[in-house]
């Protein structure tokens, strides 16, 4: 069995940083892909950014330049570090983790329960 589980969340005025983290533990054999998705109130989940287990990253125009995405390894944990935040980056953050689960070696796609993020205006 394998758990995800965010922390971070919580409210900040526009123009102020937040950093989101996101652990993995259980039965994992190896971790692929990590990445952060939102959903704000009324739309559609979209990706925000993620990173490959060598360390490539992806980000939505939408956070280019404003997100980074980080994780360690060794810690089965993924960062997204988020600053000059604005009123619509608020929403649900998701992380999703790509992984192959021990001992039968199955590739699981685990989401976590989600951390909300508001932004003052």
């Known amino acids: 069995q394998v758990q995800v589980v965010e922390s971070g969340g919580g409210l900040v005025q526009a123009g102020g940083s937040l950093r989101l983290s996101c652990a993995a533990s259980?039965?994992?054999?190896?971790?692929?892909?990590m990445g952060w998705y939102r959903q704000a109130p009324g739309k559609q989940r979209e990706l925000v950014a993620t990173?490959?287990?060598?360390?490539?990253?992806n980000y939505a125009d939408s956070v280019k330049g404003r997100f980074t995405i980080s994780r360690d390894n060794a810690k089965n944990t993924v960062y997204l570090q988020m600053n000059s935040l604005k009123p619509e980056d608020t929403a649900v953050y998701y992380c999703?983790?790509?992984?192959?689960?021990?001992?039968?070696?199955?590739?699981?796609?685990?989401w976590g329960q989600g951390t909300l993020v508001t932004v003052s205006s």
């Open positions: 999703n983790v790509d992984l192959v689960s021990s001992p039968w070696l199955r590739y699981l796609e685990v």
């Open positions: 990173i490959t287990s060598g360390g490539s990253t």
């Open positions: 259980g039965s994992i054999f190896s971790i692929n892909a």
